[in-house]
């Protein structure tokens, strides 16, 4: 029999992150990602893991390095204002090439901003967010149980792919309890001969981002990073569609905006009103292709984001002029609503005759 | 002379047999060989792992034949930390200039020895910024002039000297703790002796250890190779004096109780 639980996404993430073996956490206190710090502070020993309430987001990501370089599974989480200082370890930990697991439990912003969620850090979280010329993957769950299962499956992808990846979710989904089944470990294991362990019976292993000789080491070590890039756009295609096959008119949205679009999309459907939604359950790398299929058959895209507009820029690309796109947005801890989006959409359908006719 | 003294002299099973990239007269040396003579002593070699900072020692992994990683500027003992509690049976060693250790890393630096996490620092200190070319440091000493305090270092401006050992030694965690310096071959050999008892103590798992060294950077102090040493001497040991600031376990063997 399966077995719920009730539990705050920002609960629901922790516990799946010790299912997936993850026995390293370090974090510092930040709303609304609390919650995370709490369980693993708990929660840790009982699994006889590390528990260490770090002195900045800064140390707690470069403790992060230190055991992901030791081979151990190894998380942080933090909100929109941390996750910006945890971008320096990230950058070093994409060009070390050290798998771990970095959570974003996204408020408002920018500066201190609000505690209230939003979706702010989508570029930051996609196209890198530190310097230089790297990508992490970028799983976007939209409820509780999502949370947790998509840390166990970011568990594994760090380690196939030897990279950081973020889990991108935002305050609401973090903060609200819903009925969970947790996870089960996926039984995978990965070799780790790279790992810092002593150099005992073998060569020293050495793990840098810094690239000096001969002269092109690093450009070579940036095509070797380009080229695993690759690997993973051509391998992660994540997206979700909800009544696209016959729609009209496409929502494009993640995460908590997500949920509200899926409303949306019932409500216009009482009214005959053909609508759909593109969810992509990962932000990078996009669902491009897929969304552009999906939307081929559309008359207009509506992307929504607790934002001013961040992953319509990607929606854009997807759909390469296709057809056109649309955006609305709330931020700062605003929420889009289903009534606003709605009233979008029922304009289209008004305006269609002369839309048609103008382009 | 004797074979044993030949021997005496020889290359430390640990250290690397590469051609040097630190300037005529650096410190960083001595300390590399040091340090890899403590390994081949305490036969760790095979377990320590060594995290590098930015700053001139950031190769350090290419002299002593460890595992290494490199931390970010200052988030050495972080890094440590995070390595040492993955492995607590690992020796850890984190290695570090001024810059790092009590600029850029001020708060990893204190916070991984209030943790008394039980590992060993090695922190060099040459008073000023070597890598990116001479600049003041954190201990860069009154009227010395660096890059970025051309006319001396102005107190009134910039403060005075920050003292590690003594800012370290306000807390109660860290086991051991002592400044030495490579100033003549006397000092160095205290030097030694201070990063065998760093290391062994843990081993023994005492807790966290430091241990500070006064290194010459004769190419950004302006001066000879040759000068380098005496310099340290007149100029650095009257601010940084040579002192044991702590040895818990000591303390504990002197009052009888048991070092553990
Ligand atoms: C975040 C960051 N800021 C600045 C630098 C540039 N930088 C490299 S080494 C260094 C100073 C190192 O000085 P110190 O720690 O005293 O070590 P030394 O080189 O003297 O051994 C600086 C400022 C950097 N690499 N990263």
């Known amino acids: ?359 | 002379m004797s074979t044993q003294n030949l021997h005496m002299y020889r290359r430390p099973e640990a250290l690397l047999n590469v051609r040097t990239h630190y300037c005529a007269g650096c410190g960083h040396g001595i300390i590399h060989k040091l340090f890899a003579e403590a390994l081949g002593e305490l036969n760790i070699r095979e377990e320590t792992i060594v995290v590098a900072p930015v700053g001139c020692s950031v190769l350090l992994y290419n002299y002593i034949n460890v595992d290494g990683l490199e931390a970010a500027h200052g988030r050495t003992p972080a890094v440590a930390t995070g390595v040492k509690r993955a492995q607590p049976n690992r020796i850890v060693v984190s290695y570090q200039g001024d810059g790092d250790l009590l600029a850029i890393g001020t708060g990893e630096t204190l916070h991984a020895a209030n943790r008394g996490e039980n590992i060993t620092v090695i922190f060099v200190n040459n008073a000023n910024y070597g890598m990116t070319g001479g600049q003041m440091a954190p201990t860069t000493l009154v009227d010395q002039r660096t890059l970025t305090s051309p006319k001396g270092r102005n107190p009134q401006e910039t403060g005075y000297p920050i003292r590690a050992c003594e800012l370290l030694s306000t807390l109660e965690a860290p086991a051991y703790i002592e400044r030495v310096s490579l100033h003549n071959p006397g000092a160095v050999k205290k030097t030694k002796k201070a990063i065998v008892k760093a290391l062994q103590y843990q081993k023994e798992g005492r807790g966290y250890s430091f241990v500070e060294i006064l290194s010459m950077c004769p190419t950004n102090w302006g001066i000879e190779p040759a000068a380098g040493a005496d310099w340290i001497k007149t100029s650095m040991v009257p601010w940084f004096p040579h002192k044991v600031f702590r040895d818990r376990p000591a303390e504990a063997a002197a009052a009888g109780g048991k070092a553990s």
């Open chain 1, 1 to 359: 029999m399966t077995e719920y639980k009730l539990m705050k996404g920002n609960e629901a993430m922790a516990e799946a992150a010790l299912i997936a073996g993850c026995r390293y956490y370090y974090a510092y206190p930040i709303t609304p990602q609390n919650e995370v710090v709490a369980y693993m502070a708990k929660n840790m020993p009982r699994v006889n893991g590390t528990f260490i309430q770090a002195e900045s987001e800064l140390a707690a990501a470069s403790m992060v390095m230190g055991s992901a370089a030791s081979g151990g599974r190894a998380m942080t989480s933090s909100s929109s204002p941390g996750i910006t200082l945890k971008q320096e370890s990230i950058s070093y930990m994409a060009g070390a090439e050290l798998p771990c697991v970095i959570a974003n439990i996204m408020r408002g912003g920018p500066g201190l901003g609000g505690i209230a969620g939003a979706q702010g850090d989508y570029f930051q979280a996609t196209r890198g967010g530190g310097h230089g010329d790297y990508r992490t993957i970028v799983l976007a769950p939209d409820n509780a149980q999502e949370l947790a299962d998509f840390t166990v499956e970011a568990f594994d992808l760090a380690d196939e792919y030897r990279t950081p990846v973020i889990i991108l979710a935002d305050g609401y989904l973090g903060q609200m309890s819903e009925p969970v089944v947790l996870p089960k470990p996926t039984g995978k294991t990965f070799e780790k001969p790279w790992a810092v362990t002593g150099a005992k019976d073998r060569k020293q292993n050495i793990i840098v981002s810094l690239l000096l000789h001969p002269e092109n080491v690093l450009e070579l070590h940036n095509l070797h990073l380009q080229e695993k890039y690759e690997r993973i756009t051509q391998k992660i295609r994540r997206y979700e569609t909800y009544k696209t096959e016959d729609a009209d008119w496409l929502l494009a949205a993640y995460g908590t905006s997500a949920r509200i679009a899926q409303k949306a999309v019932d409500k216009l459907r009482e009214d005959g009103i053909k609508a759909g939604l593109f969810r992509p359950t990962c932000l990078w790398p996009f669902p491009d292709r897929e969304l552009a299929e999906c939307a081929s058959h559309c008359t207009r895209l509506l992307t929504v984001e607790m934002s001013h507009g961040q992953m319509v820029e990607d929606v854009k690309l997807a759909v390469n002029g296709a057809i056109e796109v649309d955006f609305y947005g709330r931020a700062g801890g605003a929420l889009p609503t289903v009534k606003d989006i709605i009233a979008r959409i029922k304009n289209y359908e008004h305006s269609e005759f002369t839309h048609v006719q103008a382009s």
